[in-house]
């Protein structure tokens, strides 16, 4: 099978920076599905690891495809049918005409949505959904969270556009960073409440509208820009959650005054230990599935490529590292 290898501490402009290889097919384990991959999604992750792993890899962390085949020990998938999912960050990427996956992380794919639009949902919408739910503790039912409030820092990223429309359909009342005439109007349409600009003081943006404080705060971008003011605008006894990760330390003990919550959501936590609950992945994505088969959630995909070639996937990771990335990119096989 085809594969792209991404060359390990490279820069995405250089040359040898991508590579198509003849790899064996792989041979699906007691909980794996076997995948016929038809398009693959870019993320933020994709960059990182190529410039951080020690070895060369095949990169890759959404999939959309066809079972061609599954292990012993799968349940409620068979042959034929169409699965969406993120991977597993300890195993290879997806970037490959065929891929395995654990079959307890993924789920049957949106039927209302093209490959495309499908394929740009899985890993951002696991990271919203377990930020919101699993960390933040709101609960996951339409307008279950009436009264209550959230501040996305990065409303118009990949998983900022997810969180806003989950916030949204939980009732909760949302309040979304973004900075461009564009970008302002990617998160109204997907349904924040409020915009407030993050190249101004946060805390100055929020009481302009008449709030002085939020609930709960999901960052998802530029954490040590923004730590200090999310002090301010966190309600006492209220919870803040982080995707990303500091370059240098940073003072916790300014959220202790308010008795605030601190967590941390990474996505692969779940796979990378094989958690006793690593299943709640797939459900979660099967009950993202059906939200957007019914309309309640839209696909974010925002710029689609055609082809397997080492030339989409360096333009891909140049895009996701400009800064200035809206929604998703993605791949047809």
């Known amino acids: 099978m085809k594969a792209i290898v991404a060359k390990s501490g490279s820069e995405a402009q250089d040359a040898d920076a991508f590579t198509l290889q003849e790899q064996p097919m792989p041979e699906p384990g007691a909980q794996d599905l076997l995948v016929r991959v038809l398009a693959i999604g870019m993320n933020p992750v994709d960059t990182k690891v190529r410039q951080m792993f020690e070895n060369d890899a095949v990169l890759g962390w959404d999939a959309y495809g066809i079972v061609e085949k599954a292990g012993d020990g799968v349940t409620g998938f068979k042959a034929g049918d169409k699965v969406y999912y993120a991977g597993d960050i300890t195993r290879p990427g997806c970037n490959s005409e065929?891929?395995?996956?654990?079959?307890?992380?993924?789920?049957?794919?949106?039927?209302?949505?093209?490959?495309?639009?499908?394929?740009?949902?899985p890993l951002t919408s696991i990271t919203a959904w377990e930020g919101l739910f699993d960390r933040l503790g709101f609960v996951p039912k339409a307008g279950a969270n009436s009264g209550k409030s959230i501040l996305i820092i990065g409303g118009a990223g990949g998983v900022g556009s997810i969180a806003i429309q989950l916030?949204?359909?939980?009732?909760?009342?949302?309040?979304?960073?973004?900075?461009r005439p564009e970008t302002e109007e990617w998160c109204?349409?997907?349904?924040?409440?409020?915009i407030l600009n993050h190249r101004n003081n946060l805390y100055d943006e929020l009481k302009a509208t008449g709030t002085d404080s939020v609930d709960a705060i999901f960052c998802t971008t530029q954490m040590e820009r923004h730590w200090a003011v999310m002090a301010e605008c966190i309600r006492p006894q209220g919870h803040i959650v982080f995707i990303d990760d500091p370059v240098d330390p940073v003072d916790i003990t300014i959220f202790k005054f308010k008795s605030v919550t601190i967590?941390?959501?990474?996505?692969?936590?779940?796979s990378m230990?094989?958690?006793?609950?690593?299943?709640?992945?797939?459900?979660?994505?099967?009950?993202?599935?059906?939200?957007?088969?019914?309309?309640?959630?839209?696909?974010?995909?925002?710029?689609?490529?055609?082809?397997?070639?080492?030339?989409?996937?360096?333009?891909?990771?140049?895009?996701?590292?400009?800064?200035?990335m809206i929604g998703k990119q993605v791949l047809v096989l």
């Open 98 to 121: 065929y891929h395995l996956v654990d079959h307890r992380i993924a789920a049957l794919a949106p039927e209302k949505l093209s490959p495309e639009d499908a394929v740009a949902m």
């Open 167 to 179: 916030a949204q359909w939980a009732g909760l009342d949302v309040f979304a960073t973004a900075s």
């Open 188 to 194: 109204r349409k997907l349904g924040a409440d409020t």
């Open 263 to 270: 967590s941390w959501e990474f996505m692969y936590t779940r």
């Open 273 to 324: 230990f094989q958690t006793d609950d690593i299943s709640a992945q797939g459900k979660l994505l099967a009950a993202v599935a059906g939200l957007l088969n019914e309309g309640t959630l839209v696909t974010t995909r925002q710029k689609t490529f055609s082809g397997l070639t080492p030339e989409n996937i360096r333009a891909m990771h140049i895009k996701q590292e400009s800064g200035t």
